[in-house]
Every structure is written in structure tokens, then in C-alpha cells.
């Protein structure tokens, strides 16, 4: 079985565009969990482009599955983070003129930063993710800083066309996740996941959890969000199957 966690920023961004106060991403949760995601995911921003403080309460009231809150590793919201104690938190980077995430984090530079704010976390019961590039290095680094999850970005699968580096990718991060599993961390991959190429993330058997929101919001504004999140769902489950015929 591989989990969906959905991530529901895009929902608080279409409420941002009018600045009222709808889609309400709680609703969306709730709808999310309905339709069988193992888990909702949110980012709150240093900026709050999308998510919002009040979102991150009440989603910590109504989630029954498992919140994910991604976070930069900056003290204001490491601070909320340890006051509000999502399940896990996935620490991401952030630049204020990114569009969206652009990349793993480099987990093998302020590691006595990572390293506090994983033993922060610990002491409350939070697990930590670092979104990282698919990399030897990368993954060692996280094990040292205690880490109990790496999010592999797969940003890069998703932008290739050429089948040969589509193929290249995919080694690359099977190669990531197989040796990331083998050292005793949970692995899970996620960014520009959509329809059609989650597939062959699917059939890394070492993958046990993946992240994807915008294809799933933008599909929900044609068919639903309850059906978006169910043929996501359908399509992992059938993937999963496939690989072991
Ligand atoms: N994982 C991480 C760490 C992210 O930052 C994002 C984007 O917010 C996602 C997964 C989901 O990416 P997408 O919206 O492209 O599915």
C-alpha cells in the first residue's frame, strides 16, 4: 500500500484570491479524508500566501488521519509548530519569490539548525520529514540528524519529456529510496505528481507515502474534489498492484 496525503494549499489559494472565505481548506480536509487520503498536508508560509494560522488550528481539531504541516525551518513557525503539534512536520525551503517549492533542502549544511529543531520536535511528539533531492549524501545527512522520514522531491521526474531521462529519474530515485529504507527511514516522494506520471513513482516499492495537491485541486475544479482525490487514489492502488504482476 502506498498512503496519499493531500496537500490543500491551492484550496486556501483560490480562497486568497477573492481574500474572503471561500473554498474553505477545512472543508476540503474533511472531504480529502472522506475520499480516503491517509493524511493532509499544509504549508504555512512565512509569508502566508495561503495557509493561515487559523487554517492550521482548526485543521489540527478536525484532521483524523495525520497533518503534515510543511515548514521552513525558521523559529516563528517552529514555534507554532511545537504549539499546535501537527503529527509531523515536512521541513521544506522557502524563498518569498518561489511560485511553489523549487527543490530539496540541503540537509548537509546547518545541520546543528536540523539538528535542534528535530530533537524540538521529538520532545513533543512530532515526527520530522526533510524534502530532499534524491541523493546519497542527502540521506545520510538526514539519518545523522534523526530524522524518521525523507520526502524525495520528484519535481524533476515531473518536468523531463525525453522517455531515456524519464527512465534515468526514476533509477535515481530508486535507487535514493531503496537505501533510504535500508537505513530505517519511512520514504516518501512527492511534487508535480499528477494522473498520468504516478505511476512509475508507484512501482518503487520502497515509496510508502506521497504528497500531491495541485493536479488533485486542479482536477476537483471539473469533477469534485471527492472524485479527484478517489481516482488519485485508484490509480496508486492499481500501480501498486501492477508491479507485483
Ligand atoms: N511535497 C512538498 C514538500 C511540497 O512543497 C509540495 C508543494 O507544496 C508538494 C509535495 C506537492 O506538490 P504538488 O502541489 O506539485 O503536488
Given at each position: 500500500m502506498i498512503a496519499l496525503n493531500v496537500n490543500i494549499d491551492h484550496i486556501a489559494t483560490i480562497r486568497q484570491a477573492?481574500?474572503?472565505?471561500?473554498?474553505d481548506p477545512i472543508f476540503a480536509a474533511v472531504i480529502c479524508e472522506l475520499a480516503g487520503a491517509k493524511g493532509i498536508v499544509c504549508h504555512l508560509r512565512e509569508d502566508r500566501r495561503h495557509i493561515n494560522d487559523r487554517d492550521v488550528e482548526l485543521l489540527r481539531k478536525v484532521v483524523t488521519t495525520k497533518l503534515d504541516l510543511e515548514m521552513a525551518a525558521v523559529e516563528e513557525i517552529i514555534q507554532f509548530a511545537l504549539k499546535i503539534k501537527p503529527d509531523m512536520v515536512t521541513i521544506v525551503p522557502e524563498k518569498r519569490?518561489?511560485?511553489?517549492?523549487e527543490g530539496g533542502l540541503?540537509?548537509?549544511?546547518d545541520t546543528k539548525v536540523y539538528k535542534e529543531l528535530v530533537k524540538r520536535m521529538h520532545s513533543e511528539g512530532i515526527e520530522v520529514s526533510f524534502f530532499i533531492e534524491p541523493e546519497q549524501p542527502q540521506i545520510e545527512a538526514s539519518i545523522q540528524l534523526g530524522a524518521d522520514i525523507v520526502e524525495f522531491h520528484t519535481g524533476v521526474y515531473s518536468r523531463l519529456k525525453k522517455p531515456k531521462e524519464i527512465q534515468k529519474e526514476l533509477v535515481r530515485i530508486r535507487k535514493a529510496a531503496d537505501l533510504a529504507k535500508s537505513l530505517g527511514l519511512k520514504v516518501a516522494a512527492g511534487h508535480g505528481l499528477n494522473y498520468i506520471n504516478v505511476s512509475e513513482i508507484c512501482?518503487?516499492?520502497?515509496?510508502?507515502e506521497l504528497s500531491i495537491g495541485h493536479s488533485i485541486v486542479a482536477r476537483a475544479s471539473f469533477v469534485g474534489l471527492e472524485r479527484a482525490v478517489r481516482e488519485m487514489i485508484e490509480i496508486i492502488n492499481y500501480s501498486v498492484l501492477e508491479r507485483k504482476s
Amino acid at each position: 500500500m502506498i498512503a496519499l496525503n493531500v496537500n490543500i494549499d491551492h484550496i486556501a489559494t483560490i480562497r486568497q484570491a477573492r481574500g474572503g472565505n471561500e473554498p474553505d481548506p477545512i472543508f476540503a480536509a474533511v472531504i480529502c479524508e472522506l475520499a480516503g487520503a491517509k493524511g493532509i498536508v499544509c504549508h504555512l508560509r512565512e509569508d502566508r500566501r495561503h495557509i493561515n494560522d487559523r487554517d492550521v488550528e482548526l485543521l489540527r481539531k478536525v484532521v483524523t488521519t495525520k497533518l503534515d504541516l510543511e515548514m521552513a525551518a525558521v523559529e516563528e513557525i517552529i514555534q507554532f509548530a511545537l504549539k499546535i503539534k501537527p503529527d509531523m512536520v515536512t521541513i521544506v525551503p522557502e524563498k518569498r519569490i518561489e511560485l511553489t517549492t523549487e527543490g530539496g533542502l540541503d540537509v548537509t549544511k546547518d545541520t546543528k539548525v536540523y539538528k535542534e529543531l528535530v530533537k524540538r520536535m521529538h520532545s513533543e511528539g512530532i515526527e520530522v520529514s526533510f524534502f530532499i533531492e534524491p541523493e546519497q549524501p542527502q540521506i545520510e545527512a538526514s539519518i545523522q540528524l534523526g530524522a524518521d522520514i525523507v520526502e524525495f522531491h520528484t519535481g524533476v521526474y515531473s518536468r523531463l519529456k525525453k522517455p531515456k531521462e524519464i527512465q534515468k529519474e526514476l533509477v535515481r530515485i530508486r535507487k535514493a529510496a531503496d537505501l533510504a529504507k535500508s537505513l530505517g527511514l519511512k520514504v516518501a516522494a512527492g511534487h508535480g505528481l499528477n494522473y498520468i506520471n504516478v505511476s512509475e513513482i508507484c512501482k518503487i516499492e520502497s515509496i510508502s507515502e506521497l504528497s500531491i495537491g495541485h493536479s488533485i485541486v486542479a482536477r476537483a475544479s471539473f469533477v469534485g474534489l471527492e472524485r479527484a482525490v478517489r481516482e488519485m487514489i485508484e490509480i496508486i492502488n492499481y500501480s501498486v498492484l501492477e508491479r507485483k504482476s
